[in-house]
């Protein structure tokens, strides 16, 4: 059965470090590019950040930048996200998903699979 499961979602204070990660089973997750979205209550999933099956190429939302960073460790079947400097309007429920055809893009709906999501909440 295929499936993608986030981890790493916690309580952490404005300005620590969080380390998302994204598992799967049933599926070779680097065969895919992979893609991480965050949904805050009341709005819409939107964009963090997307990596390609090497690793080679990435795309990071631009008013992340510099501070959120994606990885992956094919020999482990895992992607990370590396999240620092977290505000608290970075609470949100962070999803992992996976994309069947080869370019690294930005839009949901061009993401085939998805996990349940793994929550942060930034605050004091």
């Known amino acids: 059965q295929l499936q993608i499961v986030e981890s790493g979602g916690d309580l952490v204070q404005p300005g620590g470090s969080l380390r998302l990660s994204c598992a799967a089973s049933?599926?070779?997750?680097?065969?895919?590019?992979v893609g991480w979205f965050r949904q805050a209550p009341g709005k819409e999933r939107e964009f963090v950040a997307a990596?390609?099956?090497?690793?080679?190429?990435?795309r990071h939302a631009e008013l992340l930048k510099g501070r959120v960073t994606i990885s992956r460790d094919n020999a482990k079947n895992t992607v990370y996200l590396q999240m620092n400097s977290l505000k608290t309007e970075d609470t949100a429920v962070y999803y992992c998903?996976?994309?069947?055809?080869?370019?690294?893009?930005?839009?949901?709906?061009?993401?085939?699979?998805w996990g349940q999501g793994t929550r942060v909440t930034v605050s004091s």
């Open positions: 990596i390609d099956r090497s690793g080679g190429k990435t």
């Open positions: 998903a996976a994309r069947s055809s080869a370019m690294v893009i930005t839009a949901t709906l061009g993401y085939d699979y």
């Open positions: 049933g599926l070779i997750l680097d065969y895919y590019p």
